[in-house]
């Protein structure tokens, strides 16, 4: 797989990416002169290979511009979550050891307060604006050569995790080669599977600080692609984005499809997606009717996968597999999976323990030696926290994350499953289970939704999902009570800030 720039040279037009609300569109040669302009202001900056910097932007054009100018000039670049208060992005730019940090101007405040708290910082810019103390990028670009920084070395990208369940962790690779020419170490397994090429027209509806859409983008930009990238996502606006530019491909989070299928049925019908070849789905469990809904409505292109920042396992599973095995994540095509239970002992097929992976390529959480060790076991095999079981096809299910399994007088409640019965019903909109302290039982389960219409937030409505849930599950997972919320914590990869809710309701008695 050549470097997009090679693209820039053979098809200097071609959309390298569209901006998906403004229509702006960046070609392959404009992202080669500016990502060289952006490695020459890092080098100016004093940022050399194997250094570290943080970006803390919205879906804009500049993004993937500055990756690419990281990745080009041997830098470990951190993306940060937009949603995040000052104390976590400044915590996140001191871990990583960030010495050059970027922000976009409508997070001036969070960006201000969180720089003025990092050490470590020589420089600060921002982009699409001014912020107070910070160097507009565009200013700074404006006189760098567009040519290529003589000593070229590939960087890497550094996620860190959600924080969903405690301090957000740095998951660190070594760039997987020296040279900014080496192929995207998921071009040749997940990129075959999927069939991306340089006919892919990829609508990304996710932010891009994310390690899915960063990744993806940057594996489409290699294989000279072109990237449709929403500045956030809009259930009907990507209906309209695959008719209008004939998506070839997506990715999606569940909550993005239960959006997109309680559209109206006039909304969801109107939009031609035959051009959509290939819909990946992966970050969160996927309701069972949800999906059969969505694989009824597209066809058979829906594939899953699972997999995480740490990369120590790859599970994928196609829409035919899916309908015979339902509710898997598919069979493992990087690591092997494997189920232990509370001593550590493998166990067999349908019995639910943690999820562990065998022989796969082995990482860390950068700076943190003891939370990378508790990641392995005394075999090398890691987690990511995950609970599941194989069935006798070697096909992984999901349970629940570890961190969120109930107890409830002695009985483990996984809330994944009850959050994927209620987010069927026709009134509501998303939902959190979670436990909650009992004086006898140990914990409780609770559920939080928000409901479709605030009109339903009513006792009324309460006590008809709980009569509703009790006809379909054993009653020891039927939530004692319900609360309402207008919005539930959820980010935009679609994953609840749950542990925010629990902690609340915990504090609260």
């Not at 392959?28 to 932007?57: C, K, P, T």
């Not at 700074?140 to 920084?149: D, G, H, N, V, Y």
Request: hydrophobic letters at 40%; glycine letters at 8%; aromatic letters at 10%.
């Amino acid at each position: 797989m050549p470097h997009f720039s090679a693209f820039a040279s053979e098809t200097p037009e071609r959309p390298a990416y569209i901006m998906a609300n403004s229509g702006e569109v960046v070609t392959y040669a404009e992202l080669d002169r500016r990502s060289n302009q952006i490695a020459h202001l890092l080098r100016a900056s004093g940022v050399n290979r194997g250094d570290h910097i943080a970006i803390m932007m919205k879906n804009c054009r500049e993004f993937l511009q500055v990756a690419q100018g990281a990745l080009r000039a041997g830098i470990i670049f951190t993306p940060i979550s937009t949603h995040l208060k000052q104390d976590e992005t400044a915590y996140i730019i001191t871990n990583c050891k960030a010495k050059l940090f970027i922000a976009s101007a409508s997070l001036a405040e969070v960006a201000l307060e969180a720089a003025s708290a990092s050490g470590g910082l020589s420089r600060c810019l921002s982009v699409g604006g001014d912020i107070a103390g910070f160097e507009r990028l565009d200013e700074q670009l404006a006189s760098l050569p567009e040519t290529p920084i003589e000593d070229e070395f590939l960087g890497a990208p550094m996620l860190y995790s959600s924080g969903t369940t405690g301090k957000p962790k740095g998951v660190y690779w070594e760039p997987h080669a020296e040279s900014i020419h080496a192929e995207h170490p998921l071009s040749g397994s997940v990129g075959a599977f999927f069939g991306f090429g340089v006919d892919t027209i990829y609508l990304s509806p996710a932010p891009l600080y994310h390690a899915a859409p960063l990744h993806y983008n940057i594996m489409v930009l290699g294989l000279g692609g072109t990237s449709l990238i929403m500045e956030q996502f809009d259930p009907e606006q990507s209906l309209a984005l695959i008719e209008r530019y004939q998506a070839t491909h997506s990715q999606w989070v569940p909550i993005m499809f239960v959006r997109m299928l309680k559209l109206p049925e006039g909304a969801r019908t109107q939009y031609d997606l035959s051009s959509m070849k290939c819909a990946i789905h992966a970050a969160a469990p996927c309701p069972v009717d949800v999906k059969e809904a969505m694989i009824k409505w597209w066809g058979p292109v829906i594939v899953e996968y699972y997999s995480g920042s740490e990369g120590n396992g790859f599970t994928i599973i196609d829409s035919a597999n899916w309908l015979t095995h339902k509710g898997s994540v598919g069979q493992a095509i990087i690591g092997e999976p494997r189920i232990l239970g509370e001593d550590g002992e493998v166990l067999g097929p349908g019995e639910v323990g943690d999820v562990y992976f065998a022989n796969s390529r082995p990482f860390e959480y950068f700076d943190e030696p003891e939370k990378t060790k508790n990641a392995f076991n005394e075999h090398g095999w890691s987690t990511m926290g995950d609970v599941g079981y194989l069935d006798e096809d070697g096909f992984l299910y999901l349970t629940d994350r570890k961190n969120f399994t109930i107890i409830t007088g002695g009985v483990n409640v996984y809330p994944a499953e009850i959050e994927g019965l209620l987010i069927s019903h026709d009134k509501v909109a998303d939902v959190a289970v979670f436990g909650i302290p009992h004086p006898e039982f140990g914990e409780e389960v609770m559920a939080v939704v928000q409901p479709l219409d605030w009109a339903n937030a009513t006792d009324e409505t309460e006590a008809e999902l709980i009569e509703w849930m009790r006809e379909r599950l054993s009653s020891v997972k039927v939530p004692r009570k319900i609360d309402f919320l207008e919005q539930l914590p959820r980010m935009d990869n679609g994953k609840l800030y749950k542990r925010h809710l629990q902690d609340a309701y915990r504090e609260a008695g």
